[in-house]
């Protein structure tokens, strides 16, 4: 046990690293707010979420449907990191640097496999808790219930996310075991893994359609029948889920077992596969890299005589560099390739069911919208879409880390004869071009569909683009200022890293504010004042994101690592 509580908390440190790096220039009290404001970052976002969950909580209450709550709450919690636990896998279970290092611990595989496990499962029972107290707090003020029911909400909250994330990372396993037999194993498992992404998307889509078919019938008219649909719907889904809504309820013991039996079961089956397989899938992917560097060097021995003919110029030369990068790391190449997906994917969407028949088709947070008010609001409603695809934009960040994922080959990059502006304009646009390209293609979608006027269409490009360009050069502004050149763990820069976290969370804050200001302009002093706010905006934003990346070049005259 000491040994694991060991492992898990070097897990932590690396975490806390990641945010903070030690080697980033940054002083201790510095490093020390940066993780802090990281962190009431964080609280806030929960906290909201949580305001969230409890205002539908008390709503389903306030209507008889509190007997629902648990069984819900289960569900939620079960889905709690589901999708964080598949992207964050690859490279921290396996694939990861230190590999070597760790195998030549004196601990079993069994400890080192739990003890990578133990951060996902924290992460994910942190949203558990988040998603599942606020319904158990209102379903516990409007039922009385006994010290059974209490006792199997506290414990399902620790359970609930255990089977799921366990389930997922498991996905992430096969899928990457199925990868590594391919040549280029890291782009096979990011093909895959969008793969996977896209059925359940399908999935998803398919059970929305099928549910407003439903909503359609006059039998679902009421809430107490949208109600009663909801929790058939969670008993058929995931049936441990009503098992555990039924030891609450009715303070089943029974119930409860099946649902805890079931939950550790699945657990304990999906750790053993993995440990077992544990090392030969490493083995696996390390023999891969070998085989790539290999074929890599025969490739340039062998280019020779027609290596002239395909010489490019430094700068799309880079541009290439930093695609194969991106393709090369399959958490880099998830993180930020799918973006690109829903952007388009939005697009396809609401060009399918059009946006009109969508909104007319039932309540949004128990607004009734009829086909009368959503015609009348219909101008308006259009507003926000180009925000939508700033949002999508705010995914495709792939350049925000790329100087610090050079790792320790920085010194390549530093000691490059190009400039400044040669290297950070090419990583730039490594991600820019995809993105204008998805774009633009999206645009096209909703402008051929009827979903948006040819001025609509104008301002999807500017605002989208505009929100893209201002907060990526935001997030590599950051990362080119303080570098982390020492992760061991690509998802250190990826996902945990200050650069992407003031892009992303400070273009959100920027998409819901200004989305929001200029819908309700448009509301207040018509649709006209609307459109010319979001035409203003997309240009100020793509002249604002062009004067941070001179600014960020200014002040760069060199890459000194």
Known sequence: MRTFLLLTRVQMLGLLNSLAPVKSGLSHNQRTLRVVGIAAAAILLGL?????LGLMAVGLALVGLARILPALAVMLGSLAGVVFTFFKANGTL?????????????????????????TIMGMALVIAVCAMAPLYVVYFLAVPSGAISVTAAVLSVALAPLAPTMLATFASYAITWVAARFRHASLAYALLGMAAILAVMGASFAFSAHAKDMGAMEAL?????????????????????????????????????????????????????????YAALNATLAARSRRSGAHGHRTKRT?????????KTPFWAIVVKEVRTLLGIPAYAFNCLVGYVFTIGFAVLLASMGLQDLLASGTVNGVELGAERVAALMGNIQLALPWVLGFCGLTCTSSVPSVSIEGRSAWLMATAPVSTRTML?????SSAIPFVASLALASGILLASGQVTPLGALECLLVGFGTFLLWVCVGMRVDVKHPNLTWINPQDVIKRGAP????????????????????????IFGLAVGHALSLIVGIVSIALGAL??????????SLHI
Not at 48 to 52: D, K, P
Not at 233 to 244: H, M
Not at 255 to 272: K, N
């Open 500 to 523: 992407m976290l003031s892009c992303i969370l400070g273009g959100l804050v920027y998409v819901l504010a200004l989305g929001t200001a200029i819908f309700v302009a448009s509301l």
């Open 303 to 311: 280019s020779g005589a027609g290596a002239h003919a395909r010489t």
């Open 425 to 429: 304009g090419a990583k730039l646009a």
């Open 548 to 557: 941070v990346f001179h600014r960020m070049v200014a002040t760069t005259p």
């Open 221 to 277: 008219r009421t809430i107490e029948q949208v109600g009663l649909t909801l929790e058939s719907s969670i008993a058929s889904a995931y049936p441990p889920a009503a098992w555990a809504g039924a030891a609450v309820v009715q303070g089943s013991p029974v119930a409860f077992a099946g649902f805890a039996i079931f939950t550790l079961g699945v657990s304990g089956a999906c750790l053993e596969i993995m440990q077992r397989r």
């Open 94 to 118: 396996f694939g990861f640097k230190d590999y070597d290092l760790v195998m030549s611990l004196p601990v079993s595989r069994r400890m080192v496999v739990a003890s990578r496990m133990a």
């Open 48 to 52: 909201l979420f949580v305001a969230y």
